[in-house]
């Protein structure tokens, strides 16, 4: 929460210096002083070339969230009763969300005959598509099935697992099934603009989701 803060205050101090000013002279170069301590402040905290037990820990929370999300955008992609632009943009935040398009998932659906393993890219082609009859679609039970480890100097790979559940109507029935699932996540660097400035910062991204 604390290095969310700091942004936030990053952010308040850019806006200030660019923002006109009737104040007395000398306020802006305090104020870029500020700056100044500020983004040092964030390079320490995000470019680190190690990361502590607790940051990966933090880290592993924020992966928790993430997939708990995609079930939520989901339920905004298939819906077909909504604006198309907000599918869509659903379907851009889930997509943003993956280290790649072309990431294998196994979302399990009871009324297949068995269960179909597409890319990202296609399974969220196919709920907007309006192929998949689903409701109240949750990701439960998440938690950490293997702690983040280093594969790289850039690169952190762990996995989470979790239930996935909705309901499902056919023409006789209605009821909640589960399904136990693995989801792999990786904490990589990438660049991220603030400003001027470019930083190379860590950040989450959801990989392969497969049965447990």
Do not use: H
Not at 12 to 24: G, K, W
Not at 78 to 86: G, I, N, R, V
Not at 144 to 155: A, E, F, G, Q, Y
Request: glycine residues 2%; hydrophobic residues 40%; contains cysteine.
């Amino acid at each position: 929460m604390i290095k969310y803060i700091k942004i936030l205050g990053f952010f308040v101090i850019l806006f200030a210096i660019m923002a006109p000013s009737c104040n007395e002279e000398g306020s802006s170069t305090r104020e870029e002083v500020l700056l100044d301590e500020m983004k040092k402040d964030i390079y320490s905290e995000f470019e680190a070339n190690t990361l502590s037990e607790t940051s990966l820990s933090v880290f592993e929370t924020k992966a928790k969230q993430q997939l708990s999300d995609m079930a939520d955008y989901l339920q905004v992609l298939k819906d077909s009763t909504l604006d198309l632009s907000f599918r869509v943009k659903a379907r851009a935040m889930i997509e943003r969300s993956f280290i790649s398009k072309d990431v294998n998932i196994l979302f399990s659906y009871p009324v297949s005959s068995t269960d179909k393993i597409k890319t990202i890219n296609e399974f969220l082609e196919s709920v907007l598509a309006n192929d998949w009859r689903f409701s109240n679609l949750t990701f439960d039970s998440i938690s950490v099935n293997k702690p983040l480890s280093r594969i790289s100097d850039n690169t952190y790979k762990g996995s989470l697992k979790f239930q996935q559940k909705f309901w499902c109507s056919t023409l006789s029935e209605k009821k909640i099934y589960s399904f136990e699932k693995v989801a792999i996540f990786y904490l990589l660097k990438e660049e991220k603009i603030f400003g001027a400035d470019t930083l190379n910062i860590w950040n989450i991204r959801l990989g392969e989701i497969r049965n447990n």
